[in-house]
């Protein structure tokens, strides 16, 4: 095949300003390296992220754990801190061009891309295709076999596919599998063996049944904040290394695995939920008593830290736990809510959720826009009971077992509580910034032994599950796209994004160079033979390659 010197490329210079560069080179690849041409690129909110951080982006920094800078300086597709870089992480390729040394993969195959290198930090996230390394929306990509495998699994985020699917679907495979990570991750429901733990302690509170908390390991070093000498003796009966400090406010922030806290008062609870780690799980036992009035906690680091919040209305630290689920998958009969149901990731959830195997499940899928919502009915085909709904001109009532929350709102998480039955999942899948907090309403939610989650991106795993699902016909992964581009449409179609005017996925073909953003509506006006080979208006495969016969 035929490589050419230049390519376009949409690429971000600094916050807020992004351009289509026409004159971008194309490198040839080193010995470690892959040339891969795109074939497809799915367009994401999370792409406008990048946009307004830029390098304020955690993901979008320099990698400080997991690989050598002499090896980072090899590669050109690395673009940390203040370079410019190539947004697009959702997306199809095909090799062309391979170095000598590359050993997992060879010319000819199409692969679709694991973005999340979960195995190379950076400060306080992971290093990211799209983000620090260059990503898909430009025609050609250098990508290098030392960063794309994951040396501690002995797998490649480069996944092999065949051409059963559309290229839109198997580009689409990324988001989805964001979506299911959410109900299929495993949830942690003990202390952590070799953890670090706080334990607080107000006055007057008896401690019990925290030694029975150890039964899975104990922490490597508890940090203890008592009122009076009994309970610090008591806690010495644990048998673990101690210490003991006088100011909750003078411990590090964020780094605790574990946090029990004996007591009710709301302001030591918010100087808590300071102290969590990534992965941390925080334990208030009320012991009977009430908190005085609705605490403020950090709802975004539920998303992207994996924080957890338990408790107990009673005296047994031991009781939280049990409310954790094993993972964040629907349940027989849950009374599913969904808030945000008809944007692009609202749409995967609730067919996702259509699909499960689950019996006797009843959905409630709610938006804002009855555009959007129109678009939900449209691709919504099933016997299952399901009320699509606008909330803002038919308030829903009544109580719920489970929530998806997917629009940015810290009130959608408050008012999941109040709608709450007993033993509610609420799935956090929206990225609500890390800094932002949210009053609460803590009572009700350990009355009812709530249990918020959430997670951010995907693994290798998630994705061939969902390749699995798409490939048996359990999924129609090409139900949620709702417009297609070339090259020249491509920052109109992050506008579309950003703007919310579209219902669906954008889908972007970068070799198509000059075909504008175009909506599936709109298609019968532009190329009536592609609208022909839609399926009552949805994408599919023929209409896909129809296109692509037609432009080319």
């Known amino acids: 095949m035929a490589i050419p010197s230049i390519q376009s490329a949409v690429q971000v210079f600094e916050p807020g300003l992004v351009g289509l560069n026409s004159r971008k080179s194309v490198l040839s690849p080193g010995p470690y390296q892959v040339l891969v041409r795109v074939e497809t690129v799915g367009l994401c909110f999370s792409d406008l992220k990048l946009l307004k951080q830029f390098d304020k982006h955690p993901r979008k920094s320099q990698i400080i754990s997991g690989i050598g800078n002499e090896i980072l300086k090899e590669i050109p597709s690395y673009k940390p801190d203040l370079q410019p870089t190539v947004p697009g992480h959702e997306t199809l390729c095909t090799i062309i061009a391979a170095g000598e040394k590359v050993t997992r993969h060879r010319v000819g195959q199409r692969v679709i891309i694991q973005a999340d290198y979960r195995w190379l930090k950076t400060d306080g996230a992971n290093a990211a295709f799209g983000y620090n390394f260059e990503g898909a929306l430009q025609q050609y990509i250098i990508m ?40 299929i991750t495993l949830e942690r429901n003990a202390i952590l063996a070799g953890g670090k733990m706080l334990i607080a302690v107000d006055a007057d509170v008896r401690i019990e049944n925290l030694k029975q908390c150890f039964a899975q390991g104990k922490p490597a070093l508890i940090t203890v904040h008592c009122q009076n000498g009994k309970q610090l003796k008591s806690l010495c009966n644990l048998r673990a290394a101690i210490v003991a400090v006088d100011d909750l406010e003078l411990l590090t922030n964020e780094a605790f695995d574990d946090i029990i806290y004996f007591g009710s008062d709301a302001e030591t609870i918010e100087l808590l939920n300071d102290k969590i780690a990534a992965g941390g799980i925080i334990n208030i036992v009320l012991g009977g008593k009430k908190i005085e009035r609705e605490v403020s906690i950090g709802l975004g680091r539920v998303h992207y830290s994996r924080t957890r919040w338990i408790g107990t209305a009673g005296s047994d630290p031991r009781e939280s736990y049990k409310i954790i689920p094993q993972t964040g998958e ?162 109109d179609g992050i506008s579309a994004v950003e703007n919310r005017t579209m219902a669906g996925k954008i889908v972007v073909y970068p070799q198509m160079e000059k075909l504008p953003l175009i909506k599936l509506s709109d298609m019968k006006g532009k190329y009536p033979r592609v609208a022909d080979k839609l399926n009552n208006g949805l ?14």
């Open 144 to 183: 290098d076999e030392r960063i794309f495998v994951d040396l501690g699994k002995n797998e490649s985020g480069l996944i092999t596919v065949d051409e059963k699917l559309s290229d839109s679907a198997y580009a689409l495979i990324e988001p989805w599998a964001c979506v299911e990570s959410s109900y």
């Open 330 to 491: 629907i349940r027989k009969a849950d009374k599913i809510f969904i808030a945000g149901a008809a944007g692009p990731m609202g749409q995967m959830h609730t067919i996702r959720l259509l699909c499960s195997d689950v019996e006797d499940v009843s959905i409630t899928a709610a938006d804002i826009d009855d555009v959007r919502l129109g678009a939900l009915r449209a691709k919504v085909k099933t016997d299952k009971p399901i009320c699509i709904i606008n909330s803002a001109k038919h308030p829903v009532t009544g109580k719920f077992s489970y929530f998806v929350i997917l629009a940015p709102v810290g009130a959608l998480i408050a008012q999941a509580i109040n709608d709450s039955s007993e033993g509610a999942l609420i799935n956090l899948f929206a990225g609500i910034p890390a800094s932002i907090r949210q009053e609460m309403d803590l009572n009700r939610y350990i009355e009812n032994k709530c249990f918020i989650f959430g997670s951010s991106g995907s693994r290798i795993s998630d994705m061939k599950i969902v390749l699995d699902k798409a490939l048996a016909g359990k999924l129609n992964i090409d139900l949620c796209v709702d417009a297609v581009s070339g090259m020249a449409g491509a920052i």
């Open 539 to 552: 994408w599919t495969k023929e209409a896909e390659q129809e296109l692509l016969d037609s432009v080319s």
